[in-house]
């Protein structure tokens, strides 16, 4: 079971980047991101449920990240725009196999390698 993760890099505030997450030897339900700034907790991005077509936003991305899923690719996006220095974060992507219809109950099983994004300003 892998989630391999790709896209990080240095963006000056206001930019964009897209980070991709490809899963492989096992089938999810639902998959997302996380990120972990220095010195604070890893905190929830957003996330998607493959069966519902359902997502899920933090209030502190709502309006700025998408996240979209390729089906034949078994692989997510997060789409980041008007980037911020506070988004800067090593970013995870994570995944479970349960089926649920409220993804704020998102417990992920499986972790990708973090990816890293640094917004200057």
């Known amino acids: 079971v892998q989630l391999q993760a790709s896209g990080g890099g240095l963006v000056q505030a206001g930019g964009s980047l897209r980070l991709s997450c490809a899963a492989s030897g096992r089938t999810f339900n639902i998959m997302g991101w996380y990120r972990q700034a220095p010195g604070k907790e890893r905190e929830f991005v957003a996330a998607?449920?493959?069966?519902?077509?359902?997502?899920s936003y933090a209030d502190s991305v709502k309006g700025r990240f998408i996240i979209s899923r390729d089906n034949a690719k078994n692989t997510i996006y997060l789409e980041m725009n008007n980037l911020k220095p506070e988004d800067t974060a090593v970013y995870y992507c994570?995944?479970?196999?349960?089926?649920?219809?409220?993804?704020?109950?998102?417990?992920?099983?499986?972790w990708g390698q973090g990816t890293q994004v640094t917004v200057s300003s």
């Open positions: 998607l449920s493959w069966r519902f077509d359902s997502t």
């Open positions: 994570a995944a479970e196999r349960g089926v649920k219809l409220n993804l704020s109950a998102f417990r992920p099983s499986s």
